[in-house]
């Protein structure tokens, strides 16, 4: 199989203020986000990222779709270095975060040819592409309502639709299931499984083992910014054996994290 | 009583402990006493009243010893070989300052207690012709008690007009210019950090230069419409906002004067916008660049009031600072007395900092620091 994303030892700190200090109760000045962190996902898998709250998942994501810098080490999406050529990886990926919010004032479909030509789609594509994904998620009926008048569900399907109008190899979502009804939420991973067939990787971040349970191939473990267990899915054929396994490995890594 | 000193606390802790609201609160004062302190000088000799000035004027049957006393003060220049008619028509050009005629025995009829009258000519449209009008009344005024004036005032209605526009328009028109680019700068980019929609921009494979240049155009064409708007209704309105006084007629300018005002507006929105932009950029939030931004607005304002004074600044190398510039090159361009150095060292200095706004954007965008700021 071949290999479409390779993490190899990012690092990331963050400079903490004297606030955070206080809140976090340390007299460090630095906090290690992501350490040394590696790991490979293959085309038409979905890659879970599973781990606690600021364990690093979605500073390790932002990193790699370019939004920020590491401090150390490389990854390459496709082939391309994040490092050396951010603005080529930026069109092989697909990114869906909670904090990327819609612009309250325009309509889903006003945002979808917006971000399709900011990525240089044909618009002939673009608008076959809109046609199918605004009927597969139910948007034909308030593609002209202003993002400020849709409910949160309708706001996360415009999202994720608007994170892939340029057709990426590789489609990372953090938490996407957040927030949503069940309904949304099925919606949501059934197109996520629906993507795999078509032989996009997906790298999910999730702290949801029922979730990686059920559509990922294989799964890296993060605890205070490190990689603590990298393996498929298929040594967790037994039931809550993920789950299981996580919470030693977290009683084995905690409290490691300042540097 | 207790509670009311409670929150007048809390209030004051609000403001005194917060770093970026004392410098908001503090700035203004060192702004003022700086500006107003460069301002001064470089204002007294636009004014024509340094010490270097030269006043034009003609007086006939002088009594003995009065230009010498006023010569220890100011540096007259006695154009007494001019005619009557040469003089007036050079008053009504602008080309002497002041035309006096004393009547033949001033001084015994003064004596006598006859009360003689003084004919005064000068232009009201021009600084140094006023400025000289009033140095010669005050000096008459100081030295006799009984004696009449009869004064004419040879500016046309049209220099009337100009010198009021001038005096006012350029004012107004660079706070239109300021306001129109803080009502869209601080929402278009402090707003979409704030509301979470920038990261969506930024994942895009776009150039952040593009990003900046984007936003920078866009912005500098919103805030001019509405600079634009304001303008014509003030020009529109002039003539009842000066009681009837003036009236404005659009042929008053040339084609010429009109594309230079342009261009001026033009590069003037652009300073702005990336003035604000960069503040913007750098606030989390739409209350915080518009915080922030005060300062700027008082510098402009405090720079635009310069002009209430109806005078450009002569020297080339002050039309080298943005705002100062553009406030001056108005002036000119409203004045009629435009210079065209002055002009495109004004148009290619804005041009400039605005490069190099739109690249220091550019690396704000670039910044995680600034861009994803908690």
């Known amino acids: 199989m071949k290999v479409i994303l390779e993490v190899n030892n990012l690092k990331k700190t963050f400079k903490l203020s004297k606030k955070q200090q206080k809140i976090e109760k340390t007299k460090l000045k630095v906090r290690v986000a992501v350490n040394n962190l590696s790991f490979k996902a293959y085309e038409g898998q979905i890659y879970g990222l599973l781990g606690p709250n600021g364990a690093g998942k979605t500073t390790t994501l932002r990193i790699i779709s370019t939004l920020i810098k590491q401090d150390e080490g490389d990854a390459l999406v496709d082939g391309l270095s994040i490092s050396k050529s951010p603005e080529k990886v930026r069109s092989k990926i697909g990114f869906l975060t909670s904090d990327l919010k819609l612009d309250d004032f325009f309509t889903p479909n006003y945002l979808f040819d917006y971000f399709s030509n900011l990525h240089g789609v044909d618009a002939k594509v673009r608008n076959e592409r809109k046609e199918l994904m605004f009927k597969k998620f139910g948007i034909d009926e308030f593609k002209e309502v202003k993002v400020s008048d849709l409910s949160t569900g309708m706001k996360q399907k415009v999202s994720l639709v608007i994170s892939l109008v340029h057709d990426p190899k590789i489609i990372i979502f953090d938490e996407p299931t957040n927030g949503l009804d069940v309904i949304t939420a099925k919606t949501v991973i059934d197109f996520l499984l629906d993507l795999k067939t078509q032989g996009k990787t997906i790298i999910l971040s999730t702290h949801i083992f029922s979730l990686v349970e059920r559509i990922c191939d294989q799964v890296g473990i993060i605890i205070d910014g490190r990689m603590v267990l990298e393996t498929s899915m298929a040594d967790f054929s037994v039931p809550n054996s993920l789950e299981k396994r996580f919470f030693e490995l977290y009683e084995q890594n905690r409290g490691e994290i300042y540097g | 009583m207790a509670n009311l000193w409670t929150i007048i606390k809390k ?318 090159s108005l002036v000119s361009i409203f004045s009629l007395e435009f210079n065209l150095v002055n002009f495109i060292l004004t148009i290619v200095s804005n041009l400039v900092v605005t490069g190099l706004g739109i690249f220091l954007l550019t690396r704000m965008f670039n910044s995680e620091k600034i861009m994803f700021r908690k």
């Open chain 2, 11 to 328: 209030e004051l802790r609000r403001f005194f402990t917060d770093k970026r609201m004392l410098v908001s609160l503090l700035l203004p004062g060192i702004l003022i006493f700086v500006l107003y302190s460069i301002m001064g000088d470089v204002m007294v000799n636009n004014l024509g009243q340094g010490a270097d000035q030269v006043y034009t004027l003609k007086v006939e049957n002088e009594p003995t010893g009065f230009a010498d006393a006023l010569e220890t003060v100011y540096h007259l220049d006695y154009q007494d070989e001019l005619t009557s008619e040469e003089a007036l028509l050079k008053i009504e050009n602008k080309e002497l300052d002041l035309y006096l005629v004393f009547p033949v025995n001033f001084l015994d009829d003064y004596e006598a207690g006859l009360n003689p009258t003084i004919e005064m000519h000068y232009n009201a449209s021009s600084m140094t012709s006023s400025t000289m009008m009033n140095i010669y009344s005050s000096f008459l005024s100081n030295s006799l008690q009984q004696y009449g004036m009869d004064v004419s005032n040879h500016a046309t209605d049209i220099d009337t007009s100009i010198m009021l526009i001038t005096g006012m328009v350029p004012f107004l028109l660079i706070t239109f210019l300021f306001t129109g680019a803080m009502a869209v700068a601080p929402e278009s980019i402090a707003g979409e950090k704030e509301r979470g929609t920038i990261a969506n921009l930024l994942i895009t494979p776009v150039k952040r230069s593009n990003i900046a240049l984007g936003k920078i155009i866009a912005l500098s064409i919103v805030a001019f419409t509405s600079a634009a708007s304001s303008f014509i209704g003030l020009m529109l309105s002039l003539p009842k906002l000066l009681g009837g006084t003036v009236g404005f007629d659009f042929s008053m300018y040339s084609v010429g004067a009109y594309l230079m005002l342009l261009l001026v507006i033009i590069s003037t929105v652009l300073i702005f916008i990336v003035m604000i932009a960069l503040v913007s950029t750098y606030a989390k939030s739409i209350k915080e660049a518009t915080s922030l931004a005060m300062p700027l607005m008082i510098v402009v304002m405090l720079v635009g009031v310069s002009t209430l004074m109806g005078s450009a600044a002569t020297s080339a190398y002050l039309y080298l600072i943005p705002i100062y510039n553009s406030v001056n």
